[in-house]
């Protein structure tokens, strides 16, 4: 019967939501912990016998196992969104999760690369077909702030370099157009001219961006690029494909780009998320004073 509600929860999330893999991921995960908890309490016939109390343990459970308050809200939220599904469908008649509150998450900030580094990570040796396509990745991934998933499912028909921007979906298949800077272009153009025609095999094959087998590459596979790449440019800090992201953005507003602009390219649905760029320019300026005024 549990088991039942909750694969009938994940029906509609990818039914009518059109949630992406990766938040469906999350969400059977933190699903899976919580339905195994409710189980341990004995309370295995019906979801209409769960209580406040039950949830409120299972959360206090997390903060024991030394969970970090990002992975406990989130939890709560994916906890809330299957409450509320089971009340839509009259599977239970009261919202357990109801005045359950999420704790206040750490405002940390994002890591992101200074513009040496950045210019160092991108001076790459384009000598071969895989160099080209490495190149042309990072330089369209730091143009763009574009996620790592929406970089490797992008098509070549979403790239449209005569107008000069790379059409998107972000996370609930959300549409958005970014637009390129000249070098970007100008990599992307080489890229399509003289590597990836080399790396292809299936001339069918639709994805833009392909693994030296000529098949669409994985998330993985960039991983593993991003990892050399940075060990070659002699960079030692934890770089991820996010921090690409982040770059991109502190950038923007640190040359004075409008807060609401940097949101639409980086397809944030709420400008508080885009505001945590704002405290990461003010850290850095903090930071600049200290170590260059006289007097600081």
């Avoid at 991108?122 to 996620?147: F, H, P, S, V, W």
Wanted: charged share 25%.
């Amino acid at each position: 019967m549990l088991t039942y509600a909750i694969e009938d929860f994940f029906h509609f999330l990818q039914i009518e939501r059109g949630l992406s893999d990766n938040t469906m991921l999350s969400y059977r995960r933190d699903l899976k912990h919580y339905m195994n908890y409710i189980e341990k309490t004995g309370r295995k016939q019906s979801w209409d016998t769960v209580t406040r109390n039950e949830i409120i343990g299972f959360l206090y459970v997390l903060k024991d196992e030394g969970k970090s308050t990002a992975t406990i809200s989130r939890h709560v939220s994916s906890i809330r969104a299957f409450h509320q599904f089971l009340i839509r469908e009259q599977i239970v008649t009261h919202d357990a999760s109801l005045h359950i509150e999420t704790p206040k998450k750490e405002r940390r900030l994002p890591d992101i690369l200074s513009l040496a580094e950045v210019e160092r990570l991108l001076d790459i040796q384009e000598n071969t077909a895989l160099a080209i396509r490495n190149k042309a990745m990072l330089e369209l991934l730091y143009a763009t702030g574009l996620r790592v998933t929406e970089l490797i499912t992008l098509k070549v028909s979403d790239l449209h370099l005569t107008m000069g921007f790379v059409q998107c979906f972000g996370k609930g298949s959300k549409e958005r157009i970014v637009p390129l800077g000249d070098v970007a272009k100008n990599a992307m153009e080489k890229y399509l001219d003289l590597s990836r025609q080399k790396l292809v095999k299936n001339k069918q094959e639709t994805a833009l961006f392909v693994n030296q087998h000529g098949r669409p590459l994985s998330r993985q596979g960039f991983w593993k690029i991003l990892k050399g790449l940075t060990r070659d440019a002699g960079i030692n800090k934890s770089i991820t494909p996010h921090t690409l992201r982040h770059s991109f953005a502190t950038h923007l507003l640190e040359n004075g780009a409008d807060l609401r602009v940097v949101q639409e390219m980086l397809g944030h649905a709420d400008i508080s998320t885009t505001q945590i760029y704002t405290h990461v320019t003010k850290t850095r300026l903090k930071d600049m004073y200290k170590a260059h005024h006289p007097r600081a």
